[in-house]
Structure formats: C-alpha cells, structure tokens
C-alpha cells in the first residue's frame, strides 16, 4: 500500500532523514520510534508532501507519490496532527466537513448526500455527534483531538498517517484514541502508520515497529523483534527492562532509574516473625520482592506485610478476599501493602528457623494442616469437597535474586515440602497412598533484594541447598506439632 | 428559517435600510419616491447626480475592504490582520500617489492607470510584510505580523509625507484624498471600480473553502489537500485588488476589514462560506451609514469618513486584542 524506498530529506542542506526504506501492507499498522531528533517527524512530513525529499522515492497504492495532485492525493493519505491551538471557532461539524475537500469538486461544487453519510458516520465512530453543533474550542483537548481523528477519517482515505497523536492527552484519552484507530485500521484495512514517543504504546498498538536513530533505521519488525532492552539501550542510550504484557503478547518497558540515593541496608532475621492472637506477621523495614500464591495480593509485587491468618475450622464465608481485607483493615495493616495467607492452623503452631551459609541467611516459617492430605498423583480420583487443611510455606531470602532463581527456589521448596510428608507418611485419607501435600497449600518466596547476588536457587547451588533442608525441617517440626495438638484434642 | 438564511435576510436588510438612509438624509431631504418619480427636478437631480453615486461608492469600498479583511483574517489565522494593519492601505495610497505625482497615465490602462497603481502597491506591500513577517518568526505569530504591517505602514506613510512635501499644485487633492473620503466622486469612479470589485470578491469566494481548511494551518490545509501555495497566491491577489481599487477611490478608511468581519463571525459562526459574502453586505452597509454620519454630524461641514471608522474601530481593535490576549493566557 505505501512504499518507501531510499528517501533522504530535511530542511537544511544536510537531511535529517537518510536512505530510509519501508513497505506498510494494507491494513496494517506500523509504529515509527526514535529519539528526540532522530527524524521520525520529519520523515512522516517527507511522506506526506510537507517537505521536499531530496532522494529516494515514495509509492502510494503503485503509484509515485509526486504523480498525484494535492486533491488526489488527500483521496489517497489522510494525515492526523497534534493537538495545537485555534484563533477561531468553527462549530465540531464543520470541522470534521472539511474532511470531505478533496472529495469536493468543481465550481460550486455542494455537499452530497455521501459528504454527510461520510461526516455522520465519522463523527458516530468516535463518538462526538452530540457536540456537532458546538464550537471546538470549548471541547476538552481529548474531545477536540476526536474531532480531528473524526476528520481524518470523514476523508475517507485508504493510508492515515499520524504524528504522536496522543501528545497532551491522558491515559484514558490516549486508549480510547488508539483504540479507535486501531479498530478502524482492522475492520476497513486502513493502512496507518504512526509516529509515537512511548514506545509501550507503540508496542501495545502496532503490528510493526520502525525504530529511527539520526535519521536512519536502526530496527524494523514485530514488537517483539524491536522492543528489546539491547536496542532500545544503544538507540535511546537509556537503561531499562522489558517485560511481557499481561494480556497481550506484547513486550513493554521499563525504565531502570540510576539513582544517588543510599538505601539502607537491612536483614530479615528469625525474631521478625511474630506470633498474635490470631495470625503470625513478619513486617520488614522496606518492601520485599514477593512471588506468592496467597489470597491476598496474590503473584509478584513488592510488599512489607506479611501475614499467615489462623482460621477456625468452620470458618465459611462466600467472598473470602473482601472479608480477608476487612480483617487486615480491622488490624490496620495496609491492603496495598500486605501479602496474606489463611489456614485452620493455629498461630502457635508455626515453626520459625533461621539457617545461614556463606552469601548470607534465609528464614523460613511453615503452618502446617493435614487434615486434607492428597497424593496428587491421585488427585484426579477424588470428589472436590471443602477440606480443612492447608500447608503455608514462607522463606524470607536476605539476598538479591534473579527471576529465575525464583522459580527454582519455588521448585525446590516444594520438593522438600514432599520429601518431608514422605518421610512422616502423611497419608492421603481417600487413596490410602503418600500424601504430597494439601489440595490447598500456598507459598510465599520473598528476598530483599540485597547483599549477594543469587542467579539459582536449584539444589546445586547455596541458596538450594538452604531452601532444600530448611523447608524440610520446618515442615516436619510443623507435622509434629500439628499431630501433638491433635492428640491432645482428642 | 436556518440560522444562515436568517444570517443572509438581516445583512440584506441592513443594507437595503442604509442606502435608503444614505440617500434620502442630508441637508436636503430626499422622499422615497423620488426613485421613481422624477417630478421633482432639484430633488431628482441630488438624488442621482450626488447622493446614489455616493451611496454606491460608500458602499462597494466597504464591501471590499471587509471582505478583503475577512480573507486576510482567515488567510493568516489571525483575527487583528485587515487592508489597514497590515499596511496594505499604506502600499496602495503610495502606489495612487505616485500616479497622481508624476501624472502617469499609460497607454491602455488610461482612467484605470491609479487604481492599477493602487493595486500594485497594495500587492507589494502584502508580499513584502508576510515575506519579512516569516523571516522574523516562522511561526508567524500574530503580534509579528501586525508589528510587520505596523512598520511598513509607517515607513510608506513617510514617503506618502514626503511626496506630498515635494508637492505644490497636488497638495489638496493628495491630502484630502488621503484622508479618506467618498465624497464627489459621481459615477465615474464607480465605473471604475466596479469590475476589480467584482473580480476580487469573486476571486475569494472561490477560496472559501480553502479558508476555511487554512484556519487550522496551512499544514493540515495541505493534509486536507489544499494547493497551499496556489490558493495562498489567489487570495493575496484577491485581498489586493480589492484594498488597491478601494484606496484608489476612496483613500485609506481604517478598520472597516477589521471591525467586520469580527462581528460577523460573532454573530454567525466563521464559516467563510458565509464569512464572506455576510462581510461584504455587512461592510457596505457599514460604510454607508458611516460616511451619512460623516456628512451630517457636523453639518454643514464634513468629517472625513475615515475618522468616524477610526472613532468605531480602534476600540474594537483593543477589544479584540484584549480577548485573544486573554484566550492565549489561560
């Protein structure tokens, strides 16, 4: 559909865009990236006709771009700006009317009924048809920048060309805008190419990115062919990280602050965990890098409360998380600061230890409740009935962890969660086989992300063998204790 | 009745009361049917002889400076540019001076040689103040422009002081020109008149639309696919055939490009498709009303129409300022 070969241009005698080549295919929508300066603008200005190009060749729809006449031309690409100031009013219909020029011809040329179809449905599509009568400049700069893409669209052209069209807006702005010209891009294969300066936006809406460094292409691909931390370091000389999107296969980034400041040093030690009426609570001084399974802030997340609620055992409730946070709410701690658990374990029943090696020392505190045993092995035979009953792991890690090393350290506790039901012969009530654990058990794996640098966590390395024993240990002081206070019910 | 009809009827209207006022008030009065009924010889004779003429001349010079104004205020998105601000009036007296200085008078042109003149110099000036205006500020911000008009205005009016210090015999008629006047013209100069009138406003009205697509800029007008460059020429030549002629018969009347198109927009929205022709009503009838209020105020002498559009349109001019100042502050 648009077809750029080889183009140099600018506005001096040295161009600022030099050699740039690129193919956008129908209905397709390509991101253009770069620097401040780096000719992104002015490369969308060459394409569109604003600036003279000094070499190479522009193709539109197999036609050369210079072949066509202004008004042909309009036919063809639409162009959406930046939001800028007016010195005077025009009322929203107008404005998104004039959209229809190139459309228009001859002397007196009036407006058809295909001019108004046009505006109406552009003005539907994004929502203004009830400001039509109303002067723009008393719209909202998001509103007006709809007014514009309602324009652009009215044109009715097969190419939208737009230079960071969500400058000035907010977020939700920013979304329904991208939103919209994404959707229209899909369902009448517009061909779009945009200029952004975010590039998490550029990642979330394109199919392809352009990355642009001193007027030449330095990448060109998927979003995750571009969006990747060596290059976005070399181009934009900024340190960050990328990271998958949560919904979307999409990488966004992240920028690594490089800051002066003195972060204190602190430790997790075995007497932070603390013992109450009703729950055990470890708060540490700054926030922890957590992965969880708890009930509360569940997954990963930087969190300084830690809670473990003792529950009794005809404990029902419909909406567990709400009456949870009503709880913590009840104890003052912080929604947005805790991670919780809940189990039907007492609090005194909790075994605390504290092991050390070399890089530095772990903690790790264990409830354990087996009156829902399950060899998981066997799982699949059995009825889902509410059991009572659940195994909660926490392992404080004073060290600075790689995500893998969370994973491994997540595996090796497990393994030595089992390995300790084996060796107690934990039973699974229902198979009559080794139980493996309860259908019901969380863990927690929180480090402070100090001291020594920990890229493993599997049983080769310190770190493993720590989790491996210490995890083995504490839950077979917790079996013990669990069955002690069971005897002594009975 | 839609809001444009309506728009049309009342400017029609306007216009259609002024000339009546303007022909049938004076020391004189006119009754209506004289128009008519020429038994009245004296009356009769006033009538077409003196007043028409005159109503008829206030009229079209209105009409074309407003209109001009219109395009000039659309053209360079600034709501304070008209023929006078922009010194374009100034291009034109000089380039009527001159003629009447050195008593050119070329073949072919003959009776047009001043107002051919005036148009040149109204051209001129234009091109030289947007050109110096952009070489200043790219942008062209409004402030700049008018301060560009502002020093080329003065510049000319110095040499306009200059001829008419080289001058003897000339004088009166420069200085009274000058100062702006539609008085004792008769038909003759509408004759003269006419045609670039007819020319310029019809040369702008073709570019209605591009007016309207070049209020968000001369870059979204070539998105819109506007012939920027083209369409920017025709309008400037327009704007300048219209100010030349009207200087050329009339002299320099300030503010009338300004004051209506301003007011027009105020009242009915700023589509040039209507700004336009709204203006050029609205603009004849303004001038009309003006030059009977020039003539009559202080009967039986007269006041230079200039002065009571000056006396109208400077306060405008601030009101504006004030305005658009204020809309740039928040």
């Not at chain 1, 000719?39 to 522009?58: A, C, D, E, N, Y």
Request: glycine share 8%.
């Amino acid at each position: 559909m648009l077809q750029v070969d080889e183009v140099s241009g600018g506005y001096g005698k040295e161009p600022v865009v030099r050699g740039v080549s690129f193919h956008v295919e129908k209905g397709e929508v390509l991101g253009i990236l770069g620097p401040n300066g780096s000719g992104k603008s002015t490369l969308l200005k060459i394409i569109s006709g604003i600036l003279p190009k000094q070499g190479g060749k522009v193709t539109i729809d197999g036609k050369s771009a210079s072949a066509y006449t202004q008004k042909q031309f309009a036919r063809k690409v639409a162009v959406l700006p930046q939001l800028h100031a007016h010195a005077f009013s025009h009322s929203v219909k107008d404005t998104v009317g004039l959209g229809r020029y190139p459309h228009q011809t001859g002397l007196f040329s009036s407006w058809s009924d295909q001019d108004e179809l046009a505006v109406q449905e552009a003005m539907n599509y994004t929502g203004i048809t009830r400001y039509e009568d109303t002067p723009i400049e008393l719209l909202s700069g998001g509103e007006q920048q709809r007014v514009f893409v309602a324009q652009a669209l009215a044109q009715e052209a097969p190419i939208l060309l737009l230079d960071e069209p969500t400058n000035h807006l907010d977020i939700a702005h920013q979304q329904q805008l991208l939103d919209t010209i994404r959707n229209q891009a899909h369902q009448k294969g517009i061909t779009v190419v945009s200029v952004f300066h975010d590039i998490n936006l550029a990642a979330l809406y394109c199919d392809r990115l352009l990355l642009m460094k001193n007027g030449e292409v330095a990448a060109i691909g998927t979003p995750q062919e571009v969006v990747l931390e060596q290059e976005i370091r070399s181009v934009y000389e900024a340190r960050v990280k990328t990271q998958p999107h949560p919904e979307m296969p999409k990488p966004q980034m992240t920028l690594l602050p490089d800051l002066k400041e003195e972060t204190e040093q602190f430790r997790i030690m075995k007497e932070d965990v603390k013992i109450r009426e009703d729950h055990v609570v470890l708060q540490a001084q700054q926030p922890l890098k957590t992965i969880s399974s708890a009930v509360h802030n569940a997954g990963m997340g930087w969190y300084r409360t830690f809670i473990n609620r003792g529950v009794r055992h005809d404990y029902h409730c419909d909406d567990v998380q709400s009456e949870l946070a009503d709880y913590l709410l009840s104890y003052d701690y912080q929604l947005t600061d805790t991670v919780a658990m809940m189990t039907a374990v007492s609090p005194e029943y909790v075994n605390v230890q504290e092991f050390k090696a070399e890089f530095g020392s772990i903690v790790i505190a264990v409830t354990v409740g087996i009156g829902n045993a399950v060899d998981v092995s066997k799982a699949w035979q059995r009825e889902e009935l509410p059991y009572i009953g659940t195994i909660n792991t926490w392992i404080f890690i004073n060290g600075l962890l790689s995500e893998e090393a969370f994973v491994q350290a997540m595996i090796t506790a497990t393994e030595a969660k089992t390995k300790a039901l084996q060796d107690e012969e934990v039973i699974d009530p229902e198979s009559k086989t080794i139980a493996t654990g309860t259908s019901t058990d969380s863990l927690l794996i929180a480090s402070t992300q100090q001291g020594a640098s920990l890229p493993y966590a599997g049983p080769i390395t310190q770190l493993g063998k720590l989790i491996g024993r210490g995890v083995y240990e504490c839950t077979v002081h917790a079996i013990h204790s669990y069955r002690q206070a069971k005897d002594e019910v009975e | 009745m839609s809001k444009t009809a309506i728009a049309y009827t009342v400017s029609i209207a306007t216009l259609l009361v002024a000339i009546w006022l303007g022909v049938s008030i004076g020391t004189v009065k006119i009754p209506i049917e004289t128009l008519w009924n020429d038994a009245d010889a004296t009356a009769s004779n006033i009538l077409w002889k003196i007043r028409m003429p005159r109503v008829l001349l206030a009229g079209i010079v209105g009409a074309s400076l407003a209109i001009s104004g219109a395009a000039f205020q659309g053209l360079l998105k600034n709501p304070l540019a008209d023929p006078y601000t922009l010194g374009v009036s100034s291009g034109a007296s000089v380039g009527a001076v001159i003629t009447l200085f050195f008593g050119i008078s070329l073949p072919f042109l003959g009776a047009f040689t001043l107002p051919v003149f005036s148009m040149v110099g109204a051209a001129a000036t234009m091109f030289l103040v947007i050109g110096f205006a952009r070489l200043v500020d790219r942008s062209m911000k409004m402030e700049t422009i008018i301060l560009t008009g502002i020093i080329f205005g003065s510049f000319l009016g110095s040499v306009l002081s200059l001829m008419i210090a080289l001058t003897q015999e000339e004088l009166r008629q420069i200085i009274g020109w000058l100062l702006g006047s539609v008085s004792m013209r008769g038909w003759k100069y509408i004759t003269m008149v006419l045609p670039f009138f007819i020319i310029g406003s019809f040369i702008l009205w073709l570019n209605r639309r591009e007016l309207n697509a070049m209020l968000f800029g001369e870059e979204r007008a070539h998105h819109l696919g506007v012939n920027v460059k083209r369409r920017k020429m025709m309008i400037l030549i327009g704007g300048s055939v219209l100010t030349g002629s009207a200087v050329a018969v009339s002299g320099t009347i300030g503010f009338v490009g300004l004051v209506v198109p301003h007011m027009t927009r105020l009242m009915w929205g700023s589509d040039h498709r209507h700004v336009l022709p709204l203006s050029l009503f609205n603009g004849a009838s303004l001038l009309i009303i003006c030059d009977l209020v020039a003539r009559t105020i202080i009967s039986p002498a007269e006041l230079p129409v200039g002065v009571i559009t000056a006396f109208i349109g400077a306060p405008v001019f601030a009101y504006i300022f004030y305005k658009q100042r204020r809309k740039g502050a928040m």
